[in-house]
């Protein structure tokens, strides 16, 4: 059996990838440990696989201290902590981080060569704690930095994704917008994780679903899954669609923030279920058959 630890006790993508574990009975154990306070400092994380770094300050706005305040001390300065003490113990880290300019909608289509630009505090938290983070990796202990676009699931409560959903149930028309952007069931972002533990495998991943998507395809799937049907409208569409170029929040739900396709294969089959499903199963909680 493999132990594996994850951090941050309220983490909902840490609650996602421990629901998704549990389908492979008697294969993982896992324990949740919260980095508030310091009472984790003195416990003892020996005998763990594999730590996951679930623990971050994300939608705290961008007047939390700037990058020597909330964000710094966070998703930097305890990153840096929990993977020493992971490093001492001899356990592979894992974590999580988006770190381009793309979810700000300045930016369309990302591959693995592209230099990440971040333009807020959280982006630049991120990439500042994946910089902390590589020089540690070396042989027997793996470093895998998982930058994930919009991830969405069964729970999520945070983000834009409950707005679709929202949307979806109580509105009669959404704009119909031919954007094309990337997302993430959470439960195929556990299975990356659950392979990357497998494996002891590290490196950067950009991992999306199969395709991308279309933001009012997403909204008619899930008005569909709720028991509805939406209107989509071209014409709302043509007068949304440019202010996706110079309005973040527009930017955010219509805009093409992106991965390639070719730059999220991996070599992992981690994908367990296409966009109808995945859907489907966020809005009604049930699991996909992965065993």
Known sequence: MKRILITGATSWIGSEVEAHL???????GVERVSLRGDAWKESSWEGFDSVLHAAAVVHEGEK??????LYDEVNVALVRQAALK???????????????????????????GAVPRPSTLYGKSKLAAERVLEPLAEPG???????????YGPGCSKGN???????????????????????????????????????????????????????????RLLAEAQGRSIRLSRALGAAVGPLARVSPIF???????????????????????????????????DRPDVV
């Open 22 to 28: 549990a389908a492979f009975p008697g294969r993982y």
């Open 64 to 69: 939390a201290g700037g990058m020597g305040g």
């Open 86 to 112: 992971a490093k001492t113990e001899g356990v592979p880290f894992l974590s999580s981080f988006s770190v381009y300019g793309a979810e700000e909608g300045g930016v369309e289509e990302v591959d693995l």
């Open 141 to 151: 202990f793996a470093v895998a930095v998982l930058r994930a676009p919009l991830v």
């Open 161 to 219: 994704f409950p707005r679709l959903a929202k949307l979806a149930r109580v509105s009669p028309v959404f704009p119909d917008v031919d954007n094309a952007r990337s997302m993430l069931y959470s439960r195929s972002l556990a299975e990356l994780v659950r392979l990357l533990v497998e494996e002891g495998r590290g490196g950067l991943f950009l991992p999306q679903d199969a395709e991308h998507v279309r933001t009012s395809e997403m909204v």
């Open 251 to 285: 930017g955010k739900l219509f805009g093409g923030a992106r991965y390639s396709l070719e730059a999220s294969e991996c070599g992992l089959d981690y994908r367990v279920a296409n966009l109808e499903e995945a859907v489907r199963m966020s809005v009604s909680g």
